[in-house]
């Protein structure tokens, strides 16, 4: 899976340079190239790597290590920075009266994860009303009731109605008085241009403030077209996560960003009603990147170099 790839070329690039005897520019200009192949692959914006790469090659250039860093590490946190910087590119859900409309392919975890951000919020002291817009799969409504009762959530919903966006249009009526409103929208198993349709009806009536992607962490070289085709319809505003409590990890979320420009707000982190953590950029690319190797790699790059060299070594390089 390209996804995983992307995982497995970050690897590839700290590795190359914890072997290299040296760090000079052809070193630096070779694993920029070796980032930007990595990343185009992954799907990520032509130019959002452009300028990624020279930032690492200006960086590497001008900053000197801090005291007792060797070159290797200091180029390797560099690197992992500016790939931090790359899915940090925003605030996390106000803590305001809104509408929040999520969307998603089927099975995504758009349900679950509406019931977990109306606990999020009633934790925050807001009222919170949800809205079961999802009129394509029969149980939809009795498994967001089931959700909303546990939270001690109002759910209103229109048993039989086909109607999505009149559904909606009633439901925001009868939440008038409720700070939060979520809605829950059905899925398909591919973009289908009746979804598409639909979604952006619902989004017409309800002009949610947040547009959230709900994105199963598995989901890989998909995730871009996914994302753009959401995000040309309601204009997504910013990504969930889902079932990061599994294997994958997430770097399709890579490209959804860089196709909505929208920020990660949240991750899924189980199938419990408690298993939503803010978005944490250090952690998430800490297990891209694969636990542990980050600071492993230092430790072997530190003992290679010594320390009067490293910032005059450096210097010669880009
Ligand atoms: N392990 C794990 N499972 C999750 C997570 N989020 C959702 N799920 C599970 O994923 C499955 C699908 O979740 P739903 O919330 O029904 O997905 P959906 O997007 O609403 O699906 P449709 O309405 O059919 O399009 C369920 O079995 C959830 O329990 C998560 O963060 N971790
Ligand atoms: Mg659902």
Redesign the pocket.
């Known amino acids: 899976m390209v996804m995983e790839g992307l995982g497995k070329s970050l690897r590839g690039i700290l590795g190359r340079i914890g072997n290299a005897s040296s760090v000079d520019d052809d070193l630096i200009n070779d694993i920029c190239k070796d980032l930007q192949r990595a990343l185009l692959e992954a799907d990520v914006n032509v130019k959002l790597v452009l300028d990624l790469t020279n930032r690492v090659k200006d960086r590497a250039k001008n900053e000197p290590p801090a005291a007792g860093k060797s070159m290797k590490d200091h180029i390797s946190q560099i690197i992992y920075d500016e790939m931090v910087g790359l899915v940090n590119n925003g605030e996390g859900i106000q803590l305001k009266p809104q509408t929040i409309m999520m969307v ?1 392919l ?8 509406t019931g977990k951000l109306a606990l999020y919020f009633t934790k925050k002291n807001f009222s919170v009303g949800l809205i079961g817009a ?1 009129v394509y ?1 029969p149980a ?1 409504l009795d ?1 967001l009731k089931q959700l909303g009762e546990k939270v001690n959530v109002e759910v209103y919903g229109e048993p039989g109605e086909t109607d999505a966006a009149a559904i909606v249009k009633r439901g925001k009526e009868h939440f008038k008085d409720k700070k939060i409103i979520i809605i829950d929208t ?2 398909r198993h591919a973009l289908e241009d009746d979804l598409i349709d639909e979604i952006k009806r619902i989004a017409e009536v309800a002009q949610p403030e947040e547009r959230i992607l ?1 994105l199963d962490s598995q989901v890989g070289q998909q995730a871009g077209p996914q994302a753009e085709a959401f995000h040309n319809a309601v204009g997504v505003t910013g990504v969930i996560l ?5 294997t994958a990890k997430g770097g399709g979320a890579l490209s959804a960003i860089s196709k909505t420009n929208a920020r990660i707000v949240f991750i ?4 419990h009603i408690r ?1 939503l953590e803010p978005f944490d950029g250090r952690k998430f690319m800490s297990r891209l990147f694969g636990k542990g190797d980050l600071s492993a790699l230092m430790e072997i790059a530190s003992q290679e170099i010594g320390a009067d060299d490293r910032w005059r070594r450096s210097r010669r390089t880009c």
Do not use: L
């Open positions: 998603g089927y099975g995504q975890g758009k349900t679950t994860t999802d799969r939809a498994q059905s899925g709900v889902t079932k990061m409590d599994g899924g982190t189980g199938e298993d």
